[in-house]
């Protein structure tokens, strides 16, 4: 097991994802192939006692600058980090990528480069939120902003998947996010998408409000890009937020630090669950290979924590378990067992239900 590491990616510059790298291979064992400049990345690692770690370099000369067009970039820095460590997962070389890099680049070259499975239009961004109950996954958070239904239902089940192999759930519990919990809410892309869902072989429980996503109702949360990236970057603030305001309290006077005092630990708790880097970074899904997209402003700890987390995803073979999640739920729903009934059998029921409703005209007013 190989973990490919873009190094020169990130707000911070090499240094950062180096410790990381070292952190990772000196407490879990795991082999690196750190992807950069090798002058500047060889003097990080003597820098932070790389020596006899399980950590090789591939040099490249070229870098995806933050401000840059992803697609233009990738196509004029054919030997920028980000481009060779993808490909070093497609040859095999690696067999994950993790990179802090341009978000953007990161999800282009793994979408074109490494392709999407079987069965998947558009690969997404999983993330984690932290809930009364534990961890749950959002996605899409930010990769696809314009979305069909049946994208939505394919990131249902990517989502259930992966709740069910990393995060460790038996019949992971998946919500629609949505403006309301009745079926009849949403656009017409949720409420297609919803039929969807209510026919699938996944453990469905319905729209999912934003008042209800941090009360741990479910398990995996699906929305289109647009939507999920909000939440999450709204998420952040709170908890930033939230944060300084308890720092506050606890320092107005003798009082309220001896208070902190007391509840030292579960503040220290409470802060740890809302710490993105205790998560490493957002597993992209969908793809045939596994890549991570770490926050810009990654610190080593959560460079650290991203690429167990590959190499996990790796190991338990996640994307070919996502295929045939697809495969069962799509070609099995249908009269026939025929590509393409059920979709028929989705559109058909979604129709009627608007017919009921007074929203669209009855099969039997036009020609079919």
């Not at 890099?101 to 932290?130: E, V, W």
């Not at 019949?171 to 949403?186: A, D, M, Y």
């Not at 490493?280 to 080593?300: Q, R, Y």
């Not at 045939?324 to 029921?349: L, P």
């Amino acid at each position: 097991m190989t973990v490919a590491v873009d190094a020169m990616g990130g707000d911070h510059g090499p240094a950062v994802i180096v410790e990381g790298a070292v952190l990772a291979a000196r407490e879990y064992g795991t082999e690196i192939l750190l992807v950069g400049n090798e002058t500047i990345l060889r003097k990080e690692m003597e820098r932070f006692g790389a020596d006899n770690l399980p950590i090789r370099v591939k040099h490249c000369t070229e870098v995806v600058q933050m401000e840059e067009t992803p697609s233009i970039a990738l196509r004029k820095k054919r030997d920028s980090s980000i481009r060779v460590a993808v490909e070093a997962v497609k040859e095999g070389e690696a067999q994950a990528v993790v990179s802090a890099g341009h978000t953007g680049a990161t999800l282009t070259a793994s979408t074109l480069i490494l392709r999407p499975l079987k069965g998947i239009d558009r690969p997404a961004i999983a993330t984690f939120l932290p809930t009364v109950k534990g961890l749950c996954v959002l996605l899409d958070a930010g990769a696809n902003v314009d979305c069909k239904s049946t994208q939505l239902f394919q990131f249902g089940i990517m989502g259930s998947v992966f709740a069910k192999y990393i995060l460790n759930r038996p019949n992971p519990r998946v919500g629609l996010l949505g403006i309301g919990e009745e079926e009849s809410k949403g656009n017409e892309i949720t409420r297609e998408a919803f039929q969807m869902f209510k026919q699938s072989s996944m453990n469905f429980i319905g729209n999912v409000e934003g008042k209800a996503v941090y009360r741990g109702v479910s398990d995996v949360i699906v929305c289109d890009g647009f939507l999920g990236n909000v939440a999450l970057k709204i998420s952040e603030s709170l908890a930033e937020m939230v944060e300084k305001s308890l720092r506050d309290v606890f320092s107005h006077n003798i009082f309220s630090k001896l208070g902190y005092l007391l509840v030292k630990r579960r503040f220290a708790a409470m802060k740890k669950r809302m710490d993105y880097s205790e998560y490493g970074g957002a597993p992209l899904l969908g793809i045939n290979g596994v890549c991570i997209i770490c926050h810009g402003g990654s610190t080593p700890k959560a460079i650290k924590n991203a690429i167990p987390m590959a190499q996990r995803m790796a190991d338990t073979g996640l994307s070919n378990h996502i295929e045939e999640d697809i495969e069962a739920d799509v070609e099995t729903h249908g009269a026939n067992h025929r590509r393409g009934t059920f979709w028929s059998n989705i559109r058909q029921s979604f129709s009627f239900s608007m017919e009921r409703k007074g929203k669209v005209q009855p099969h039997g007013s036009h020609q079919e």
